[in-house]
Structure formats: structure tokens, C-alpha cells
């Protein structure tokens, strides 16, 4: 069972402060993806890295996908309120149908104080 | 567009009866469906993969018997939870993908979630 550990689990800062969450495994992943959950509600795709390495900038939001594929980080750049959720990254396998499997991370629960 | 929807939002049954929980695609056709668990504070753990018309696979540690998953159609997928017990209390999600080109990312969609709460 691939198994893909966040830090930290929670995360309580002040408004207009920067933080980063990181996920990490040992195992390789095709792709890894960063999904933000609302409460109540099912998670919704922030962004897909493919390749070793790759950075995607999200407006305030920076990930990254590690050279081996087995990490990730995502940083936020002065954090608004908004950005209050369960941030939950993915690891992409290939399943036996050809279609994509994904093991999700242990959760960052971050909160943002106004 | 990708919109998924989940059916009922939250439902309260009694320990010993049957839950169905429905997964449609609104706007595309979905050759693979994904259900996943979510208990409080918890990441999601993927229960079952299935694909239209054939039977789910299920990840190890899932009783097939006692979730069973019905993918009829390419825009609906059934999750019945047999005989539920207070600790089958969950969220349920469920997510749906569609086959894209050779070499593209089959990107899933998830839909809002199911509360279910045995009593």
C-alpha cells in the first residue's frame, strides 16, 4: 500500500503570512495532484504536476513535484482567509483498466486567522 | 462542464437496513466511477474502482458483499451499503472519470459527498 504522509497536519497562521505543506512517500508516483476540501464538501482539483522537478504557480500558490516523483510541496504566499481548508495531495497510479488510481495524502487541515 | 453529483446529500438510517447512494455525471459520460470514505479529520481511502458494465474492484480490506457497487450506465453508479452498522457511519464520495487520448491524464471528477449517519 503506497502511503503519502503530509506535514504538518494542522497549520493555524496569521492572515498575510507565508507557509508551505509537504508530502512525501517512497513510492514513485506517474503524477501527483493537490486537491482543497470544504468541509461538507468533495475535494476540488488546485493543480496536476507530471514531471520530476516541475513547478506550477497558481496565482498565490506555488507547487512543486520532487525529481524522483516521490514528493511535493505547496507553498502559499500570503494567506488569505480563503484559503482555510483540508489540503489533501494525490498520488497518481495506473490501475489494471488503464485509468488512474489515487492514493491520497493524510491531510493538511490549515487555517488562516484573520 | 465535469459536474458530479451525489444522491441523497446525507441520509439517517437504523443498524440493520440498507443504504444506496447514487453517482451520476451530469454532462459527460463516465467510463469509470471511484468510491471513496472519508471518516472525521480523515483523508479519503478509495473503496472501489469500477468500470461501465463489468463488476468493481475492490481495494483489500473492502467486503464486496457488504458494499456492493452497480455501474449500469456510463453517467450513473450505485454504492449500497448492506445491513449498515454505526461504525459504516461515513462521507461518502464518489468520483468519476472519462478515457481521454492514449497518454492523457483521465482527470476525476468528485462529487459533493454523502453524510451517512446508523443509528
Known amino acids: 500500500t503506497q502511503l503519502l504522509e503530509q506535514s504538518p497536519q494542522f497549520l493555524s497562521i496569521q492572515e498575510g503570512e507565508n507557509l508551505t505543506v509537504y508530502c512525501n512517500s517512497s513510492?514513485?508516483?506517474?503524477?501527483l495532484q493537490w486537491y482543497r476540501q470544504e468541509p461538507g464538501e468533495g475535494p476540488v482539483l488546485l493543480v496536476t504536476?507530471?514531471?520530476?522537478?516541475e513547478v506550477k504557480k497558481l496565482k498565490r500558490l506555488t507547487f512543486q513535484f520532487g525529481d524522483a516523483r516521490k514528493d511535493s510541496s505547496l507553498h502559499i504566499t500570503a494567506a488569505q482567509p480563503g484559503d482555510t481548508g483540508l489540503y489533501l495531495c494525490?498520488?497518481?497510479?495506473?490501475?489494471?483498466?488503464?485509468?488512474?488510481?489515487?492514493?491520497f495524502g493524510t491531510g493538511t487541515r490549515l487555517t488562516i486567522i484573520p | 462542464g465535469a459536474v458530479v453529483s451525489q444522491h441523497p446529500s446525507w441520509v439517517i438510517c437504523k443498524s440493520g437496513t440498507s443504504v444506496k447512494i447514487e453517482c451520476r455525471s451530469l454532462?459527460?459520460?463516465?467510463?469509470?466511477m471511484f468510491w471513496y470514505r472519508q471518516f472525521p479529520k480523515q483523508s479519503l481511502m478509495l473503496m472501489a474502482t469500477?468500470?461501465?458494465?463489468?463488476?468493481?474492484?475492490?481495494e483489500q480490506g473492502v467486503e464486496k458483499d457488504k458494499f456492493l457497487i452497480n455501474h449500469a450506465s456510463l453517467t450513473l453508479s450505485t454504492l449500497t451499503v448492506t445491513s449498515a452498522h454505526p461504525e459504516d457511519s461515513s462521507f461518502y464520495i464518489c468520483s468519476a472519470s472519462y478515457s481521454r487520448l492514449a497518454g492523457g491524464l483521465n482527470e476525476q471528477y468528485f462529487g459533493p459527498g454523502t453524510r451517512l449517519t446508523v443509528t
Open positions: 469500477s468500470n461501465e458494465g463489468s463488476k468493481a474492484t475492490y
Open positions: 454532462d459527460f459520460q463516465a467510463t469509470t
Open positions: 513510492s514513485v508516483f506517474s503524477s
Open positions: 494525490a498520488g497518481i497510479l495506473r490501475s489494471n483498466f488503464g485509468n488512474e488510481k489515487l492514493t
Open positions: 504536476v507530471v514531471t520530476g522537478g
